[in-house]
């Protein structure tokens, strides 16, 4: 079975960063496309971004581009979430999800498979 893990959340001021990591347990995570998705409270989950298998091609959210970066370690069956300049609206459990299509770019949460329980990050001002 496979099993993301997050976690690297935590309370960060208005401007900062944060690196938020997931591990990958079963499976053969080079293989996965991987997504991170986040929400917040009273809101829908919604797509954060993506990275193919590869590592090749990433996709990400209009709201978050360039400021977020998503990266993987296919030697360590980790992917990660690099976000920078954050604010208020980016406060959410963030999780981060597999999908065995691992050649496409997937923004659609029906896409996946296998979903981590969530690590909360919260920007205050």
């Known amino acids: 079975q496979v099993q993301p893990v997050e976690s690297g959340g935590g309370l960060v001021q208005t401007g900062g960063s944060l690196r938020l990591s997931c591990a990958v347990s079963?499976?053969?995570?080079?293989?996965?496309?991987m997504g991170w998705f986040r929400q917040a409270p009273g809101k829908e989950r919604e797509f954060v971004g993506t990275?193919?298998?590869?590592?090749?091609?990433?996709s990400y959210a209009d709201s978050v581009e360039g400021r977020f970066a998503i990266s993987r370690d296919n030697a360590k069956n980790t992917v990660y979430l690099q976000m920078n300049s954050l604010n208020a609206e980016d406060t959410a459990v963030y999780f981060c999800?597999?999908?065995?299509?691992?050649?496409?770019?997937?923004?659609?949460?029906?896409?996946?498979?296998?979903w981590g329980q969530g690590t909360q990050v919260t920007v205050s001002s």
């Open positions: 999800a597999a999908s065995g299509r691992g050649r496409l770019i997937l923004r659609n949460e029906a896409d996946y498979g296998s």
């Open positions: 990275i193919t298998s590869s590592g090749a091609l990433t």
């Open positions: 079963g499976g053969t995570f080079s293989s996965y496309t």
